[in-house]
């Protein structure tokens, strides 16, 4: 089955400063790359995602890009804002979403 | 309705006892999705529906563990004979039409047994 890793597993930045996390893959058939924020208390919520005819994809703030030959694919949050602070989520999916271990940003004031 | 549901939002049960959580999804969803987020931990895959297809239940962690949907809609999720290590955030999510079309999650119910 299909095997996530996700690196850091937290990380500070200074607000207005940009944020970046990583994620491997194992199997070669996934073809979607879904990025999931979680905040306390509530369900992880989409904020962007990529399929494999793609190799990045930018929405306001949020990027993300995908390396199909060497299976990994990054989350780029620039500028970032308080509100940013939360635990994310990368995804990768044949049939069903396998998750990584989740990375929390902490956004420093 | 507008998101999916789930209920209870919070469970507290004595171990051995059997507990139900239910999963109300966005209509029209015709894919359903039950997964584990044990205490700082990522999410579990433990459940999947498709359609009028048989449930992919790959992920259940043992016999204690069943679940259901009803008429391809509302699906509960059963635990017999709970035990301690069964406390968790159980989070059902649905999708338009599988995978490919994103998943919305529920608020999840938190299980604690004690």
Redesign the interface.
Same mark, same amino acid.
């Given at each position: 089955g299909e095997n996530v890793e996700q690196h850091p597993s937290t990380l500070s930045v200074q607000e207005g400063d940009s944020a970046v996390i990583k994620c491997t893959y194992s199997d070669s058939a996934s073809?979607?790359f879904?990025w999931?924020k979680q905040e306390l @208390? #509530? @369900?992880?919520? +989409?904020i962007i *995602?990529i399929?494999s005819n793609v190799g990045e994809k930018k929405d306001q703030r949020i990027a993300v890009t995908l390396n199909k030959t060497a299976k990994h694919f990054s989350l780029h949050i620039t500028e970032t804002q308080p509100e940013d602070s939360a635990v994310y989520?990368c995804a990768a999916? *044949?049939? #069903? +979403? &396998?998750?990584? &271990?989740?990375t929390r940003l902490t956004i420093i004031p | 309705g507008a998101g999916v549901s789930q209920s209870p939002s919070n469970k507290v049960t004595e171990k051995g006892k059997d507990v139900e959580l239910r999963c109300d999804p966005i209509s029209g969803h015709t894919a359903l999705y039950w997964y584990r987020q044990s205490l700082g931990q990522g999410l579990e895959f433990l459940i999947y529906f498709q359609g009028n297809s048989a449930p992919d239940k790959s992920g259940l962690p043992s016999d204690r563990f069943s679940a259901e949907r009803t008429g391809g809609s509302v699906s509960t999720l059963t635990i017999q004979r709970t035990q301690q290590e069964d406390s968790a955030v159980y989070l059902c999510a649905s999708s338009l039409a599988g995978h490919l079309y994103g998943y919305t999650f529920g608020s999840g119910t938190r299980l604690t047994v004690v």
């Open positions: 073809n979607y879904p999931y @208390g #509530k @369900g992880p919520q +989409l *995602d399929r989520f999916s *044949d049939e #069903k +979403l &396998t998750f990584g &271990t989740g | -």
